[in-house]
């Protein structure tokens, strides 16, 4: 009997985790040369994210007069925004949050197929690509942070789907029935959460519904900043809540606890920056409305 309890706990301990789906890292390789997932994954989020930038540039009822950018512009915009993101993304993880590692192995930093990318560096390269790319063309740089923005969802949900891939930033040990055992170096032998599934579905799909009804219903296009300012407090949200099922790293800087780690620490200054956007959008909306009365 003692057995027989023993074998039927082991099944429903088994049963209770999820297999992880072994994918290879590399979606085509011809030669020499490999395309990795991580690496189209990304590709794929920018390109939609420009396709629907463009279509909110193409719709004028969401503007007060023309839109800010013509077609060539937006496409010049991708070019800014991949820079940005890629050179941002990684010196915020180098810097952010791997620095030891990369002080002894610096040229580790130029491996981007590896992965590693910090979404709170690539906020900052992009927000001094839309300040320089507004400002040699004459625009309002708050508008220009309005239309990446409202399309960046896209390109966080592809992001986490690489990060699940790459089997990296797991989540923390748990036995919920959906947790799964991620291969090493990150993972080990005990289930875990899919915080990369989390945040895919969190910073990605509903973080891009919500910014859709602003944009489309309140037409909050309107608002220089407040789409901005709305998805930095989106993300923040988003990401402080998912900290407490990711795995942390004692080791980090401003990592104090399992309650408050680096991820956190780096996400309340978003959050309060938003918020204040979103607060100067909308005054100097109800502001002009007033004029105009």
Known sequence: MLLIGTLTAHIASF??????????????????????????????????????????????????????????????LLLWMTLSVVIGGRLGFVFLYEPGYFLQNPLDAFKLWQGGMAFHGGVIGVAIAIFVFAWTRGVNPLTVGDLVAAVTPIGLFFGRLANFINAEVVGRVSDVPWAMVFPPPDGGPEPRHPSQLYEAFLEGIVLFLVLRYCTHNLRALRWPGYIAGLFLVGYAVARIFVEFFREYDPTQYFTFSPYLTSGMVYSIPMLIIGLLLMKSARFRGETALLDRK
């Open 15 to 76: 049963a209770a985790v999820l297999p992880y789906p072994q994918i290879d890292p590399i979606a085509l390789q011809i030669g020499p040369i490999a395309l990795r997932w991580y690496g189209l994954a990304y590709m794929t989020g920018l390109l939609l994210g420009w396709l629907a930038l463009k279509r909110l540039l193409a719709d004028v009822r969401l503007w007060d007069g023309a839109p800010p950018l013509d077609a060539e512009e937006a496409d010049n």
